[in-house]
């Protein structure tokens, strides 16, 4: 069997330009296009890995700002329970310091008004019967008593100390001296002559007399000279009364305070 090299030649130079041809516009194209597309396959991978990993940083530091905020928000909570606590705390206290405080100045008050109520029916009550006493004496005041009145008061002049009489002397020598007789009732001339005559025997001169009628001497004579007094008269006997009466309430329990250093006549 011949062979034709020519032939064989001719085909052998086909296929190689059908090699080429396949390498020239199928292979390299197809390959390119595959390199592309897995070009572009791995980007796309590589860009989906990167917005995983971005999402999951995104996720993780969401959840660490969720994490700051749960944890923010347990110590806003904590500081708003320890402020409303103090809160409380703080107005329970003025609650009650005010209460505290009105209540006092209520018992002041009230202790304030009984004190009042007390003194004025103390004093309304003592009074009233001292008033009694005085008007009951002033009725039975007529000239034989006057005259009596006289004679006890010329009496006790008589009876007096030494050195009170002295005084008296001393104060009836001074110029211009005036002696004043003060009294409860209007003293008839007899009764003013005894008075008159028994303070010169005393006081051993004659001096000016001035008579007066004076309400809250009852039942006696104030004698004024000068700076000196000498009084005999039942508004003594009518103060022992009233005080008499005070003790008597007091020992009822019916006592108000007494200003500092204060006590009883």
Do not use: C
């Given at each position: 069997m011949q062979l034709d090299w020519l032939t064989i030649t001719a085909q052998i130079a086909n296929f190689l330009v059908l090699i080429w041809l396949l390498q020239r516009f199928l292979y390299t194209p197809i390959t390119r296009a595959m390199a592309k597309r897995e070009a572009r396959i791995e980007e796309r991978l590589a860009d989906a890995r990167k917005q995983r990993e971005e999402a999951e940083q995104e996720g993780r530091a969401l959840r660490e700002r969720q994490q700051d905020l749960d944890a923010r928000a347990e110590e806003v909570l904590a500081e708003a329970r320890r402020e409303a606590e103090a809160l409380r705390v703080r107005l329970e206290q003025d609650l009650r310091k005010e209460f505290d405080e009105k209540r006092s100045n209520w018992q002041e008050h009230l202790e304030e008004e009984k004190t009042e109520l007390i003194r004025q029916l103390r004093k309304r009550m003592s009074d009233q019967v001292?008033?009694?006493?005085?008007r009951t004496l002033a009725d039975f005041a007529g000239t034989d008593l006057a005259v009596q009145i006289a004679n006890e008061f010329a009496r006790r002049l008589e009876t007096l100390e030494e050195d009170t009489k002295t005084r008296l002397r001393d104060a009836a020598t001074r110029p211009d001296s005036t002696?004043?007789?003060?009294?409860?009732?209007?003293?008839p001339d007899d009764a003013r002559n005894r008075i008159a005559q028994a303070v010169r025997d005393t006081l051993g001169t004659d001096i000016e007399f001035d008579y007066r009628t004076e309400e809250d001497v009852v039942l006696g004579i104030r004698l004024t000279l000068g700076e000196e007094t000498v009084e005999w008269s039942a508004g003594s006997y009518l103060k022992k009364l009233e005080n008499l009466v005070?003790?008597?309430?007091?020992?009822?329990?019916?006592?108000?305070?007494?200003?500092e250093g204060q006590t009883n006549g």
């Amino acid at each position: 069997m011949q062979l034709d090299w020519l032939t064989i030649t001719a085909q052998i130079a086909n296929f190689l330009v059908l090699i080429w041809l396949l390498q020239r516009f199928l292979y390299t194209p197809i390959t390119r296009a595959m390199a592309k597309r897995e070009a572009r396959i791995e980007e796309r991978l590589a860009d989906a890995r990167k917005q995983r990993e971005e999402a999951e940083q995104e996720g993780r530091a969401l959840r660490e700002r969720q994490q700051d905020l749960d944890a923010r928000a347990e110590e806003v909570l904590a500081e708003a329970r320890r402020e409303a606590e103090a809160l409380r705390v703080r107005l329970e206290q003025d609650l009650r310091k005010e209460f505290d405080e009105k209540r006092s100045n209520w018992q002041e008050h009230l202790e304030e008004e009984k004190t009042e109520l007390i003194r004025q029916l103390r004093k309304r009550m003592s009074d009233q019967v001292v008033k009694v006493v005085r008007r009951t004496l002033a009725d039975f005041a007529g000239t034989d008593l006057a005259v009596q009145i006289a004679n006890e008061f010329a009496r006790r002049l008589e009876t007096l100390e030494e050195d009170t009489k002295t005084r008296l002397r001393d104060a009836a020598t001074r110029p211009d001296s005036t002696a004043v007789f003060e009294s409860g009732i209007d003293l008839p001339d007899d009764a003013r002559n005894r008075i008159a005559q028994a303070v010169r025997d005393t006081l051993g001169t004659d001096i000016e007399f001035d008579y007066r009628t004076e309400e809250d001497v009852v039942l006696g004579i104030r004698l004024t000279l000068g700076e000196e007094t000498v009084e005999w008269s039942a508004g003594s006997y009518l103060k022992k009364l009233e005080n008499l009466v005070r003790d008597t309430l007091d020992a009822a329990g019916m006592s108000t305070p007494k200003p500092e250093g204060q006590t009883n006549g």
